[in-house]
């Protein structure tokens, strides 16, 4: 009789506990699940993570974990309409987007960056005129800064030092 009363106080008590615990974990999820100015839910099976603006319910951010190992390959940035305006790329999943490109409001591609060495800051940044007009800045020594500027109109490239174009 003793045996069953001790193990009936047991499991009461181990109920209790994973009752309080769970509790207190629903609640932390909720919390980050919300902010002031964004709603958060995820979609197509958890391997999308989507922000909503609060505001006019439009959406604001959207991660994607394609193969589910708790990096996001994909981030997309969006207007507070709705619409694209940039998305990045981390092809290698260390966590540092490599690519970035820009839209427009109508949605049009006008500009793109690359992360070549991966530190975070681009040594590459590219205006997209139309299909075969760039203006590329190039930092060649990887110090932040652009060297270089290339022109590309039709397929002829033109190459400008930036130096030389503030020099007098």
């Known amino acids: 009789m003793k045996l069953k009363e001790i193990l009936i106080i047991l499991l009461s008590l181990t109920s209790i506990g994973l ?3 769970s509790f207190k974990l629903n609640k932390e999820v909720s919390l980050l699940m919300d902010s002031k100015n964004f709603s958060f839910k995820w979609i197509n099976n958890y391997e999308i993570l989507t922000s909503c603006w609060k505001e006019n319910n439009k959406i604001a ?3 994607f ?8 390959e994909i981030a997309r940035v969006y207007t507070t309409y709705g619409k694209v305006y940039q998305t990045c790329f981390d092809r290698d999943e260390n966590g540092v987007y490599e690519k970035t490109d820009c839209y427009n409001s109508a949605g049009d591609k ?15 940044f590219v205006l997209i005129y139309d299909s075969k007009k760039e203006l590329k800045f190039i930092d060649s020594n ?12 039709n397929n002829n490239e033109t190459e400008l030092l ?5 020099e007098e």
């Open 65 to 72: 974990d394609v193969n589910f190992d708790s990096n996001y």
């Open 142 to 153: 990887f110090d932040g800064k652009f060297e270089k500027i290339i022109i590309i109109n």
């Open 162 to 166: 930036i130096k030389t174009m503030f």
């Open 19 to 21: 009752g309080v615990y």
């Open 61 to 63: 951010n959207q991660f």
């Open 110 to 124: 006008v500009g793109y960056s690359l992360d070549n060495d991966e530190d975070g800051v681009p040594e590459e």
